[in-house]
Each structure stands twice: as C-alpha cells, then as structure tokens.
C-alpha cells in the first residue's frame, strides 16, 4: 500500500505541476487568473462544480459521519444537492448576469462598497478553516498509507499543492477537475460496488437501517444542516465561483441543476459505502483510522489503488479551488486591486495559514468545515440572497443590511467557538445549541427590514 499511494502522489503531482506550468504561460489577466477567462461552457462548469464539492467533508467525512450516527449521515450531501437545485431555480441567472468576480464582488455591486469589505473579511477568515480541513484530509491519507503520522511528507505534499496552484490559477483547477471528477466517481463506484455484490457481508443490517432520522440525528440537527450546510451550496463563495466562470447565465443556470441532481446521486452511494462499513467493520477494527480509508484494506490491488487516486483527486480538487477563491477575495475586494502578482503572492500566504492551522493538531475534518460554515451561513446567506432577489427593483438602506450581515456573523462565532465560555457563564444549552439558527433568524429579519419596499432602486454609490 506504501508503494501505491506513493506513486499514486508522485504521479498526481507531477502532472498537477505540468498543468500549472503550461497555463501559466497562458495567464494575461486577472480575469484569466480569477475565472478561467469567463468563457466555460456547462459540461466544464458541471465537472469543475462536482470536484470542487467532492472534496474531504464529502467523502472521508461522510464515510465517518454515517459510521458513527447511521443513514442519517446523508443529509449533508442531501441538502448541498437541494442546494444547489434552489439556486438553480432562483439566484443563478441573476447572479451570472451582474457579471462579478467574487461574491464579495457581487455584494459590492448590489449594496455597495462597506458590503463587499466585511462579507470579504468574513470569507476569507473563515475559508482559511475550510482550507485547513483540507489539509488536514490530506495528513490523515498520508498517515493512512505510511503507517505512520509523517510530518515532513504532509509538509512537502502541501507546499507542492500551494506552488501548483499559486501557478495555473482558475484555468488550471478547471482543466484538472474534469480528469478529477471521472476519477473520484469511478473509486467510489467501484469502491461500493465491489464491497455490495462481491465481499458481501451483512448487507440486509444494512437494508433494515435505512432511516432519516435516529436517535443520533434528531429534528433539531435536521433544521439546522438545512440551513447551515445547504445555505452554503445555495450560495457559498466556491460554489458561486463557477458561476462566475460560466460563459452566459443559462450555463450557470443549467450547470448548478445538474450538478445538484449528480451531488444526490453521489450522495446515496457513498452513504451506502459508509452504511457497509458500519455493519461489517466493528469500531475497535478501525484503530481510529477513516472508515473509508480503512475500507481500503478491504479491496483488492486494482480497486484499492483506483480509491486511493479518487481520495487525493477529492481532497486536492476541493484545496485548490479554496486556495484560488479566497486569494482572489483578499486581492480583489479587501485591497481593491486585479492583479495577478498579488494573486501569487496571497496564495502561499493564506496556504501557509491553513496548513499551520492544520498542523496544531486538530484532525476532525467535519468539525472544521462545520466551525467555519456556522460563521459564515448565518452571516451572509439570508442577507445576500435578498439583496440578489431585490437587485434593480428596490432599494435597500444600508445599515441596516450591514446589521444584519454583522448579527449573524456575530451569533456564529459565538456558537463555534465561545460555547464552553457560554455554558460556563449560565447561558441555556438549548440557546447555545441553536445559536446559529438564531443568528440566521434574526439576519434574515433585518434583511427584509433592510428592503425599501416600493421604492425603486438606484445605482449604488458610496
């Protein structure tokens, strides 16, 4: 298994490299850099889409989310999928329309100039956790196949992943998702396929569990995945980002639809993978490895080497994507400049803070991705949604919209990183538990009282 990973890596970043050196003769702009050029049409705009959601949380976290709490654990594909489908049905075209380069961006068009610096701040500071969940997936591939946990591997592994994509910018995670994306379906296929109708086991448990909910996974978790993991597919800063390199509206309109629709699809098999694993791997088995991963040792040569490509191509096509857009952020809506130097630049910069991060020691994936979603979900979401829905209608009163976006962002910090000081100071568990929800509620009512109704709107000017 050491010698298939490792040449497995070698060969993936050997190529990621080419990629990157080839497309950065090509880069002339920052729209080049940023968004591929604007110009993808839907089959490169629906694979670029898919590999950048499949990445660590779907995969190795979903594997060992639905290890630990059952059936229940494919809601959080579910609703990314519902997600993207309802952004399909209503912001797509508006959005691809407005003709932005960042979501930032976007805000600052439609609300102006303060809008686009603090949705910027919290983007950037919160995606440097999302990053850093990344790397963390990759440590613990790494981990898996040494056998041991090798820091001075995962370090040149990340820095290589940093220098490839600080190259090839937007044009190169495009060019390389398609390859990606064939690779990840077809290890989890054959993965799952080969685990259900040839190692067999205990397959009817499997059958008999199928359930929404448990006692694991209540009514209270279900409302809020809904609005915390599906508010980020319906309009999170990677997923609006191809958008924004679809060519037309109705290319960014049909690709999130069909991306949706294959996320569910993806969504059932690899819960049924996990499914397996739980009723057929005890837990002591797994020595607090993956479950995927461990799943690996359950597979032969072929299709164990075909699975270990599909994890690094999920977990690198997801890294990559974050690292561009959140350096495209910074440069473009905190300093206000487009310039690709700066892109270089900024890219190994917020890289190396996400791998620090990653390297204090904190191995929960899901946990990392959910920390740095709860703050920006209830801080953006509602707000920006509304204000793409009211563009060129009605007129929006500022402060009160900023309010807004600052509430939320205020509520989700607080529920992702101050419940032991809130519980300590006499705060109810039950408010605590739901702080992301109430900070989501009561962004969304400002957002609403934020809206001039009736009044037409004007162009924005600060």
Known sequence: M????????VIYLIVFMIIGVFDLRNIKTFKDYS??????G??????TLLATVVGASTTIGITDTVYKIGFPGIWWLAFGALGLILQSVFISERVRSIDAYTLPDLAGKIVGDKAEKIIALIIVISWIGVIAGQFVAINNLITFAFGNNNKTVFIIVSIIVII???????????????LQLIIIISGIAVCSGYLYFVKGGNTAEVIQNIELLNENYGVSDLFTQFFVIGGVYFLGPDIISRNFISKDPYVAKRSALAAGIGLLIFSVMITFTGMWIRYNVPGGMLEGKSALMYAITLLPGPVSILLVFGLLSAILSSTDTCLINASAIFIKDILKKESVKGMRITVPVIGGLALF?????????????????????????????IAILVYKRYEIKKGIWLSAVITGGVFGILSSYFGGFLTSSGIPSVIIRHLTLIGMGLSLVLSVISVRWGEKRTEVKE
């Open 42 to 47: 839907i089959t490169a705009v629906v694979m």
């Open 35 to 40: 968004t591929a050029g604007k110009n993808q």
């Open 164 to 178: 490839y994509t600080m190259a090839g910018g937007q044009m190169s995670v495009v060019r390389t998702d398609r």
């Open 2 to 9: 050491v010698n298939v990973f490792f040449i497995a890596l």
């Open 357 to 385: 991060l990653a390297l204090l020691g904190r191995s929960d994936i899901m946990s990392l991705l959910t920390g740095a979603y709860s703050v920006y979900t209830p801080g953006i979401i509602f707000p920006l949604m």
